[in-house]
């Protein structure tokens, strides 16, 4: 049990100091990790509502700190390239996260065609039940997505990485509140990057 927490703490500190250096990513980080806490409370009475708030809120926020604003450049604090740390990328690296956006913005399509999806729901009577299934079909795709890296994690590294690679996932939101929730009041004081990360490197 000790190696698990100890490389739960290892894959969020490689994550934390490789991945979330802009103040701008780390406030975006902790308005998604909100929004996922609210889409978990939301879940038990209505996970189709919560798959919609978890993509169009805390994923759409997550993601774009990562492709808009944090540093592509070479990263002196960690001494490593942009290409390096995609390679080393435990979960979902950009050129993977870009495969999983592409499947969530295009699922809806098919019920333009077929409003029953192939069978799979009765046919819509107006808006608010096709919104119902477009959020049936993005919690899906988030499960999907889950399972398909654990599983992959599991033939390409080890049962270990993929359990805790997921239990990490799920947990960052209880994460993230507590680790960069002062990141706004650092971006509004005028702090693009987070200096504390070269401090810490090894």
């Known amino acids: 049990m000790s190696s698990f927490r100890e490389a739960l703490a290892t894959q969020r500190w490689d994550d934390h100091r490789y991945y979330h250096h802009s103040r701008i990513n780390q406030s975006l980080h902790f308005f998604s990790a909100v929004s996922f806490l609210y889409a978990y409370a939301e879940a038990f009475k209505d996970p189709a509502v919560s798959a919609l708030i978890g993509w169009l809120f805390a994923m759409v926020s997550r993601q774009a ?5 944090e540093p592509k450049g070479y990263d002196e604090a960690n001494d490593a390239t942009h290409e390096y740390k995609e390679e080393i990328k435990v979960g979902y690296n950009l050129r993977r996260k870009v495969v999983l956006i592409a499947i969530w913005a295009l699922s809806p399509l098919p019920l333009l065609w077929d409003p029953t999806f192939f069978g799979l729901f009765h046919a819509t009577a107006g808006r608010p039940d096709y919104l119902r299934e477009v959020g049936t079909l993005w919690l899906a795709v988030g499960i999907g ?12 590294r080890d049962l270990q990485t993929g359990l805790v690679w997921i239990t990490k996932i799920l947990t960052d939101p209880f994460h ?10 650092h971006l509004l004081r005028g702090e693009l990057l987070d200096p504390s990360i070269g401090e810490h490197r090894a």
Do not use: E, M, N, S
């Not at 700190?65 to 604003?69: A, L, M, Q, T």
């Not at 993230?176 to 009041?185: G, I, N, S």
């Open 65 to 69: 700190g990562h492709f808009f604003f």
């Open 145 to 156: 997505g889950l399972l398909f890296r654990t599983v992959q994690l599991f033939v390409i």
């Open 176 to 185: 993230d509140v507590k680790l960069y929730c002062t990141a706004p009041f």
